[in-house]
């Protein structure tokens, strides 16, 4: 019974099939559109892969932190000027920056070891957003600056989120450092940095 | 020893699956029988392997070999045996294992039931199979190789990352995974169908169960996710459009698009081309959204370029897999035209434009997730949308969709008339208006209106298309599954759009400083804090709030929100106090302390939280209903190919289904 409903079937296929294939065979133009639509996102993704962040270097280093003053985040204000306090360091961060959340654990682990003053530029965010994300993940900063409108960010030179400047106890920026911080970021090139400004005389 | 054995099975996984990719599709080619006989075996073999391989990584995990880099880097002495376990999953390397593991279960599972097909059908699909096992099990040992040594061993390991110490983990992942390469299934029948240049009736007959399977378990992966973020992160969300969510997301809206328009290939012998197409962007994008994931590409551009190899790697394989298939399909896709026609009034156009809606929904939710890595390549910056990009876009196409569903369930195939549908609906339709004024006049929201009156709208036509079909209550029960199913999975949209709405919508939440013995009113409720003490738990410390909720002087519920510090990690984490209410959860989340003991404490009113997962579970029992009708356990058709595999796993689908009349 049922063998011979299935070869019915098939037999009624075969032949709408075989009648399909003999009125246009042959590759349509509209068939390589998903192929172009992936080559083209196997493009971007390549050139995702080729792109070094590390390569923008900052006009800004070397020369003196713009001075401002943002409304805080979870309330107070944040001015610039505290960041000469020590050398310290100025993290851009939002919520909305899935990338902030793999150098999260480091801001974190560095914030805990005092090494040095974590302060945060919250770039671009809605304000209720940032509290619970920074209720969510955990709060390295000593405050964090709330530039919604991202103002501080373009007279920074803000090129991507998440961004790290190293402050010097004069006030000027003594290394930018783009993308999340990873370990070796830390270990290598921003810890000893921090450590020969300590020494630094005022 | 024991992990050196894991890495062995894994190298021998290789060799099988290297076997099953080439001769079976060799023999098909050929029309040797021997060689398409090797597939059942092979798929048998890789299967063996890979569990042998996973169960040595599992043993390292119990055993506390901190001599194997994954176990120190994920687990240590304290953590309890289960999550030691889970932990096997619990980052790159072993969840690329389970992926592997999982991939090989459903090739078995295919192979078990290949006597059902066609030979040359079952060997393509086996091969296609086989050769993205290739590509996963190179992956695996050439950059991300799970059992590699730490010398000299650590002493203690570090800890499994404190998020993914939760009953969440343990579930939700292998529930996920089995969605994700479930949809491995349609896309191999997709490109043996290609291969062979014919898609018909039985080539749908024989997709539709293994999608529907898949889909099943993707809903049931999805909303698992999403319930754990609701009560794992503290954040009170419960969907949080991030890259990883969508990556999950988007291959389900892809499968579901997918189920709809089998049914009409199946029914019509239409939309075959686009049929087979979507098959193919379902696994293609589970594909990238498991290594989007899993590489970091789109958590960080920069992240990515960290590791090179593995980058690299995984965009070749995705070129071969996802560029070879649509290659294929540009090549072959003009001989599957199909043959019937409809007007534009008929239950083909319906689901036409279900599909159409769902593949706009998936291509704008793939475009907001790799917008930043669009912008930057672009040199503009990374720039990141949010939940503003996917709710503006998804929000309307969802409300249409909704409508489509009653017309879709209760349109006749290739021709119909609005006034016959008409006296059908009508009662419906004044039902979901009157529920929407209700709505409106309950909450003062529009969009509730439209949220209840677009539920009752669906719930009600699927309960109109079943009295269009029985006569008698009796009949009820002799409904085709297929149909129990896709009714079931209905209501079960019904539910979550109800339930996505209502919490959207009147969700109140209050941020307040709360200390000893202050209490607060949020939604009719008053929420009293006790205060704060601590404790401990096997690997954390924790402070744990006591808050007691009472109506109108009743007692309510009593909450105990958490912050955790685990052993080992810096992070801070918080665990939710949650009352759940099939009308409404109480949650509340410490902040922080603000000193005199006093916290700032996140207290919310969600009302219909719960119905967003009963609708996802309602939709996976509609699913695996669907997927469980007799008319896929047919007996097979002459010339399959007989193996012992199927005696061994009970050949339950050997038994000749029962044919309605």
């Known amino acids: 019974m049922s063998g011979m409903s299935v070869d019915g079937i098939r037999a009624g296929e075969t032949r709408n099939g075989r009648g399909g294939a003999s009125r246009r065979s042959g590759v349509k133009v509209s068939f390589l559109v998903p192929l172009a639509l992936f080559a083209a996102l196997a493009g971007l993704l390549y050139s995702g892969l080729q792109r070094n962040p590390g390569v923008v270097s900052s006009p800004l280093v070397g020369r003196a932190l713009p001075a401002f003053v943002l409304p805080g985040v979870r309330g107070g204000e944040l001015r610039s000027e505290v960041l000469r306090e020590e050398p310290s360091l100025l993290n851009v961060w939002a919520s909305w920056c899935a990338a902030c959340r793999v150098e999260h654990p480091l801001l974190l682990r560095l914030a805990a070891s005092g090494e040095a003053p974590i302060y945060g530029l919250n770039y671009k965010d809605e304000r209720g957003d940032a509290v619970r994300w920074l209720d969510r993940f955990g709060d390295p900063y000593r405050r964090s600056g709330h530039d919604r409108a991202g103002e501080v960010g373009l007279d920074l030179g803000v090129y991507g989120v998440p961004e790290t400047f190293v402050i010097d106890r004069d006030g000027g920026i003594a290394y930018k450092h783009i993308g999340p911080i990873a370990t070796k970021d830390w270990e290598e090139t921003i810890r000893p940095l921090l450590r020969r400004l300590r020494k630094e005389p005022r | ?661």
């Open chain 2, 1 to 661: 020893m024991i992990p050196e054995l894991g890495h062995f099975a894994l190298i021998l996984a290789l060799l099988t699956a290297l076997v099953l990719a080439v001769a079976p599709f060799a023999g098909a080619v050929r029309s040797d029988p021997r060689w398409m006989a090797m597939a059942p075996s092979a798929a048998a073999g890789l299967f063996v392997f890979h569990l042998l391989a996973f169960a040595c990584l599992a043993w390292a995990f119990a055993a506390n070999d901190f001599s194997v880099l994954y176990v120190a880097m994920n687990s240590n002495v304290l953590l309890p045996l289960h999550y030691r376990i889970a932990a096997v999953w619990g980052a790159h390397e072993g969840s690329l294992l389970l992926w592997s593991l999982i991939l090989s279960g459903w090739t078995l599972a295919v192979a078990a039931r290949s006597r059902s097909l066609p030979r040359e059908v079952s060997a393509r699909v086996l091969a296609v199979l086989g050769f993205i096992a290739v590509g996963f099990l190179c992956f695996m040992l050439f950059t991300s190789n799970p059992f590699a040594r730490l010398l000299p061993a650590a002493i203690e390991g570090r800890d499994l990352n404190p998020l993914l110490q939760d009953i969440g983990l343990i579930v939700h992942p292998p529930v996920l995974y089995m969605g994700y390469v479930g949809l491995a299934v349609p896309f191999a029948f997709a490109v043996a169908a290609l291969a062979e240049g014919r898609v018909d009736a039985a080539w749908t007959r024989w997709t539709r169960p293994w999608t529907t399977i898949a889909w099943t378990f993707l809903t049931l992966g999805i909303a698992g996710g999403s319930w754990w973020a609701y009560y794992e992160l503290g954040w009170g969300g419960w969907w949080f459009w991030d890259p990883v969510e969508n990556a999950s997301f988007i291959p389900w809206l892809a499968a579901t698009a997918l189920i709809h328009s089998l049914a009409v290939a199946e029914k019509r012998d239409t939309f075959k081309a686009w049929t087979v197409l979507l098959a193919i962007f379902g696994f293609s994008l589970s594909l990238l959204g498991t290594f989007i994931v899993r590489s970091g590409v789109l958590v960080s551009v920069h992240a990515f370029a960290n590791d090179p190899e593995r980058g690299v790697f995984i965009l070749a394989f995705l070129g071969l897999v996802v560029g070879g298939a649509l290659a294929l399909y540009a090549w072959r896709a003009g001989r599957l035209a199909g043959g019937g026609r409809f007007a534009v009034f008929s239950r083909e156009t319906m689901l036409l434009a279900n599909n159409v809606l769902l593949t706009v929904a998936a291509a704008a939710v793939l475009l907001g997730t790799l917008y930043p890595l669009l912008m930057d390549s672009l040199g503009l910056g990374q720039i990141s949308v949010g939940r503003p990009y996917f709710d503006r876009i998804f929000v309307p196409l969802m409300v249409p969709l909704a409508g489509l569903v009653a017309l879709g369930m209760l349109a006749r195939w290739k021709r119909d008339r609005a006034a016959r549908l008409a006296p059908l609906l009508g009662v419906v339709l004044a039902a979901a208006a009157a529920g929407g004024i209700a709505a409106a006049l309950l909450a003062h929201s529009a969009a509730a209106a439209l949220g209840a009156g677009l539920a009752l709208w669906i719930a009600g036509s699927t309960v109109r298309s079943i009295v269009e079909r029985v006569r008698r209550p009796r009949d009820l029960l002799r409904l085709p599954r297929g149909v129990m199913g896709m009714s079931l999975a209905h209501v079960g949209f019904a539910v979550t759009l109800t339930g996505v709405c209502f919490v959207s919508v009147l969700e109140v939440e209050q941020v307040v400083r709360l200390a000893p013995g202050d209490s607060v009113e949020v939604a009719g409720h008053d929420f009293r804090f006790e205060g704060v003490h601590d404790a401990a738990g096997p690997n954390y410390r924790a402070r744990r709030a006591e808050i007691v909720v009472t109506r109108k002087g009743r007692p309510v519920a009593r909450l105990a929100p958490e912050k955790r510090t685990y052993a080992g990690q810096a992070q801070q984490m918080t665990e939710a106090g949650i009352d759940p209410g099939f009308t409404r959860d109480l949650y509340a989340a410490l902040g922080e302390p603000l000193g005199g003991g006093a916290w700032s404490v996140r207290l919310h009113y969600k009302p219909f939280v719960r119905w967003i997962w009963l609708g996802a579970i309602l939709m996976a029992i509609g699913g695996a209903l669907a997927a469980s009708d007799h008319r896929y356990r047919r007996r097979a058709a002459t010339g399959g190919i007989r193996d012992p595999l199927r005696a061994l796993l009970g050949g339950e689908g050997a038994a000749p289904g029962a044919e309605r009349p």
